[in-house]
């Protein structure tokens, strides 16, 4: 009697590759993780001008970032921007991914791609593009949207959707559809049946579309460049403009502030909705 035949090439199934992807993942960790620890550790240097090692640690980076209202402004505009964002994304997103996973119809994967098309297209090319866009609508319709909350809003809308998408689709798609017949079968009605049987086993894919289409807004600077208008900026705009004139840890300070919100965001919706079985 012959053994089952393993899948994966020989130096992969008798442990002998092992270490080497044991190392690999080591040197993963600490490529992602080394820079998130160096700021962080700057964030805190006494130091007016970054240098090591540092004279003293000190929290005055983090009174002065508060203290300073162009940090104030550009965060809550990144945060409202975000927000509407979110929304837009899953309004729109949702939808389109339960008729992309489960309809069969002519040209379903050209929609496909052009929904994601703003996670290929880069940020400049697209923000110019959709800059010249919303002028050309001004011109036609006497309305201004360019520089306005509006088109950030839209903008930003755009490079959140392509997450919800993703994301919501690839847990469609790991869907037995024989769930859904079995509760129609059962005399469910179709919106029930997605009430009680689809929803549950696609929220962690939801939420983890909402999560990172918010990210990808609130970290957004390509787009944001392009249409912020007089008196309007967002965070990530001000870090830059900071950055033109001082080198000081103020930087280091707000960056950590983003850091902890966002890894606050990721351990919180992990917590509770496992977004592991979103991907």
């Not at 035949?5 to 993942?25: I, T």
């Not at 991914?97 to 400049?124: H, N, T, W």
Request: aromatic fraction near 12%; hydrophobic fraction near 55%; glycine fraction near 8%.
């Amino acid at each position: 009697m012959t053994g089952s035949r393993s899948p994966f090439p020989r130096f992969l199934s008798d442990g002998s590759f092992r270490p080497v992807m044991v190392g690999g993942c080591i040197a993963a960790f600490i490529m992602v993780l080394s820079p998130l620890a160096a700021i962080i550790w700057v964030s805190f240097f006494e130091n007016k001008i970054i240098s090591f090692p540092p004279t003293g640690y000190s929290f005055d980076w983090y009174r002065a970032a508060a203290a300073m209202p162009q940090f104030r402004d550009g965060f809550f505009t990144s945060l409202e921007l975000g927000v509407v964002a979110t929304l837009v994304s899953l309004i729109v997103g949702v939808p389109a991914a339960l008729v992309l996973a489960r309809g069969r119809f002519p040209g379903r994967e050209a929609i496909q791609s052009l929904l994601l098309a703003p996670l290929i297209v880069p940020g400049i090319v697209a923000g110019a593009a959709l800059y010249m866009f919303l002028i050309e609508v001004e011109l036609a319709s006497g309305v201004q949207v360019a520089m306005t909350f509006t088109g950030l809003a839209i903008a930003h809308s755009l490079i959140a959707l392509p997450w919800t998408v993703r994301l919501v689709t690839a847990s469609l798609v790991g869907l037995d559809p024989q769930l859904k017949e079995a509760a129609l079968t059962m005399g469910a009605r179709e919106f029930t049946a997605f009430r009680l049987v689809t929803w549950p086993l696609i929220r962690p894919g939801v939420v983890a579309g909402a999560l990172f289409a918010f990210i990808a807004s609130f970290v957004d600077l390509e787009k944001s460049l392009f249409l912020v208008g007089p008196g309007m900026t967002t965070l990530p705009i001000v870090i830059v403009n900071y950055l033109e004139w001082s080198i000081d840890p103020t930087i280091a300070a707000v960056a950590t502030v983003q850091i902890a919100i966002i890894s606050a965001g990721l351990v919180l919706t992990d917590r509770y909705f496992k977004l592991a079985r979103a991907f």
